[in-house]
């Protein structure tokens, strides 16, 4: 058969057969209200369902005033400790938070200075440990334009370079943790260097990482082709990877990472599979969509200036006239947060220093304006009156964009980030030996007899 021909047959069987697939996984939606389905594990009120304790960070949204839960302005602990704080005391002792709070989720509490230079010491042993081959084989002979899916076979690719790579003893999967934590930056930047030689053409450059840096310091370095960078852009890349490392056991990549953990494979598996999930735009993704939203905006907004003008179009984006459709105004609203996200209010003070720097304050401006409006087009459009504001997502993609990062490496280095939580979770659920997470779905499908092939007919 013509291979064209083949292709296309194939083709217009599977796009019939789609629909066939679509009616037959469809499911009453009024079974979940009859049978009381939790779905999203979340209640009726949009609380998250408990399954699980955790000590390695606590969000808070709201308090309890008689017997009522009453909305309050966000906090986010990292092991007890007030992520506010945590950024405000190493600003003012002048040194990068990165790597202490990776200190702080794996065991517990603030480093001493001792500590903390023996934990940078492992790191940076484990950063000269990526054999040549493994960058040659693994990320420059089959690059891939989604980093995120490059992240992930590079972390699978490492349980074929491990002896250990089965045993989850505490000492073995803190060990494979904390490589991770130092490969990861490495795996994003040059599977970028990687695409962008063989998907875009430009030149093809590897930096190899430096001891003395900082993991921020570290990125910026590999990625620019002279190396250099501000120390405002090295301090700002380090507060957003603090302040995406953690934020509790509930959201989706790191719930995944305690399902797959709790079944007893290995640390690699466990972190693809986090990294799968960080993947998507309603988690992770949702940082780039924010810039590619404001990039549509700047392209229909005749006036930056005009509120009346930044309304209706945020109006548009609700009703599924403007960018992509979705009905979305990325990076507003949270799923638990709702007066504010503590993380967005810590980067927004350091998110105004940076654009005076990149001279991008007409920019700043935009947003400011649009993290006012939104919440008032969207209580006018959807009559939500739950409170809705900016979330971390909202200012890190204009970060990122004035730090000159690629949008291909904006979810890369939430994950990068992140790297850091999943490892404490993992850790804390292999410790705590629970059960096989193995949550209850009804049957709902009715039963039906089996019809020999001769007197099937086709619906």
Known sequence: MNNNLDLGYRHDWIQKMADVCEASSTIDSTLFDK???????????????????????????????DHEMVPCEGKLFYQGIDIEEIVGGFLQEKRFGYE????????????????????KDVLAEYRKSLPTSFVRDIIMKAPSADLMNTLGRSVLTLYSYDDKADDTSTENVLRQCLELVALL????????????????????????PKKEYSTAENILHMLRPDSQFSPLEAKILD???????????GNNSTFTDHVVTSSGTDTYAAI??????????????????????FEDMKKNLEDWEDENEIRTYLTALLNRQAF???????????AVYSISDPRAKTFRHFVRKLSEEKNMMAEYALYEKVERLAPEVIANERHIYKGVSANIDFYSGLVY???????????????????????????????????????????????????????????
């Not at 693809?272 to 939203?293: D, E, F, T």
């Not at 999943?422 to 209850?440: D, F, M, T, Y």
Request: with cysteine; glycine share 12%; hydrophobic share 40%.
């Open 35 to 65: 049978y009381e389905v939790k779905r999203g594990l979340r209640d009726l009120n949009g609380q998250g369902v408990l399954t699980g304790l955790t000590e390695v960070s606590e969000i808070r949204s709201y308090t309890v005033v």
């Open 100 to 119: 202490e709070v990776v200190y702080l989720l794996l065991f517990g509490d603030l480093p001493t200075e001792s500590q903390l230079e023996d934990l």
């Open 185 to 208: 930056p490495m795996f994003a930047v040059y599977g970028y260097q990687a695409s962008n030689y063989f998907h875009e053409g430009s030149s093809f450059f590897l930096h190899p």
């Open 239 to 249: 507060i957003a990877l603090v302040l995406h490392a953690e934020h509790g056991g």
């Open 272 to 293: 693809s599979a986090s990294l799968g999930s960080l993947k998507g735009p309603r988690h992770g993704g949702a940082n780039k969509k924010v810039s590619l939203m």
């Open 324 to 334: 992509d459709k979705s009905g979305l105004i990325y990076g507003m609203g949270h």
């Open 401 to 459: 964009s004035m730090l000159e990062l690629p949008t291909e490496l904006y979810t890369p280095i939430f994950a990068i980030g992140r790297i850091a939580g999943w490892s404490a979770h993992r850790l804390e659920e292999l410790v705590n030996a629970g059960k096989i997470i193995r949550p209850a779905y009804k049957a709902v499908c009715p039963h039906k007899p089996y019809v020999p092939m001769s007197e099937r007919k086709e619906g």
